[in-house]
């Protein structure tokens, strides 16, 4: 049975795309590679996601909560696991008997990690956070010395890797990125000297991975870009990466309305003529915001949204859409015909970023992943 039989809207991801936006992306970059699969592979599903990125060889997977790690230890996977965030104490140990590394930057973090380790009877592998300008999680670049010094003299703590994030990776500007780069090969530097370097170095996100090539080090953390989005106008994909997300729905309903008559709650659009009004069962509780200059695809062409997005559904303009049906396939992001929307396009409509846009698609829209 077809989705659109079942569903009132789903999203497609095409997980061969994903194998190939992995492939082009290491032979781009020639080192190992993390994939990360934060806010639920940033829209995409991470199970599906995560199972085909080690099919395709990735390395490591990052994520934000531990509870992403349980279920990817859960359901088979293998690979390396960095929780690249905050963790509460109560999870710690289950994360190190997972064999899941975790982010630290305090002396408190690993002392937690210590006693965790020591109830789990198993060492603990850490990557030491610096915040080398962003100005979010990480130790202040001068006390990379001495909290290295401390897990390396702390029992059944292992200093598996040195990182930090990229804060202005994706702007024209060079200038910032190039200042955090000489703070976190600073740090590098002092620990190198003192003999305390991890073996695993990485700073690079995905706009890093692709427009600042010394920032790659020894591993490569992309996110966006393997979902086949670019993190700005200034950072150009290689030639072959692809979109690997469409969001779907039906033409509902449809129905002519006389002039003058109001459409949606608020009556912001009120028809000057007869109009045909087609129903899309799609709405803000999906994470389909309101915005003005939003359209939809239908039968190749782009039908406007007329009046205000409701909860569970929308209106649309039909005079334009050749020969409307009941039940023609809805296209919110993706291409039909000649004509593409994509989150790019939503995001300057919402006024936000292609990344708010993937992510925000709810919980309740089904990912379907048509060749599984």
């Known amino acids: 049975m077809k989705a659109e039989q079942t569903f009132a809207t789903w999203v497609e991801v095409d997980l061969k795309a994903l194998k190939n936006n992995i492939k082009i992306i290491r032979k781009e970059t020639a080192v190992p590679l993390m994939a990360v699969v934060e806010a639920n592979g940033y829209g995409h599903g991470y199970m599906p996601i995560t199972r085909t990125a080690e099919e395709a060889g990735v390395d490591w997977f990052g994520v934000a909560r531990p509870r992403m790690a ?41 002392g937690l990690v210590e006693k965790a380790a020591a109830n789990c009877q198993k060492s603990a592998r850490v990557h030491l956070l610096v915040d080398s300008g962003m100005g979010r999680l990480g130790c202040h670049p001068e006390e990379t010395l001495k909290l290295a010094r401390l897990a390396e003299e702390t029992d059944l703590v292992e200093l598996e890797g ?16 190039r200042k955090q780069e000489l703070v976190f090969l600073k740090a590098i530097d002092v620990l190198d000297k003192e003999k305390l370097l991890p073996g695993i170095i990485h700073m690079a996100n995905s706009a890093g991975t692709l427009a600042h090539p010394e920032t790659r080090f020894q591993l490569v953390r992309p996110g966006l870009i393997i979902y086949g989005l ?19 729905s039906v033409l509902a309903s449809m129905k002519e309305l006389p002039p003058g008559h109001g459409v949606s709650y608020g009556h912001t659009y009120v028809t000057t003529k007869k109009e045909l009004i087609g129903v899309i069962p799609v709405g803000y509780a999906d994470g389909y915001r309101r915005g003005p200059g939003n359209a939809v695809l239908i039968n190749g062409v782009k039908a406007p949204i007329v009046g205000r997005v409701c909860m569970d559904q929308f209106m649309v303009k039909l005079e334009n859409v050749p020969n409307p049906q009941i039940g023609d396939e809805v296209v919110l992001i993706g291409k039909q015909g000649d004509e593409v929307i994509s989150a790019n396009d939503l995001a300057r409509v919402w006024q936000t970023i292609n990344y708010e846009v993937t992510c925000g698609i709810g919980a309740r829209v089904p990912r379907i992943y048509p060749e599984v």
């Open 70 to 110: 349980l279920k990817m230890r859960e359901e088979g996977i293998k690979s390396n696991i960095l929780v690249l965030g905050y963790i509460s104490p109560e999870r710690i140990e289950q994360m190190i008997c997972l064999d899941v590394s975790l982010a630290i930057w305090t002396k408190e973090h690993i």
């Open 162 to 177: 040195l990182f930090s994030h990229l804060a202005k990776a994706d702007e024209s500007d060079r200038e910032p990125t």
């Open 230 to 248: 670019s993190p700005s106008p200034e950072v150009q994909l290689p030639a072959g990466i692809e979109p690997i997300l469409s969001w779907k």
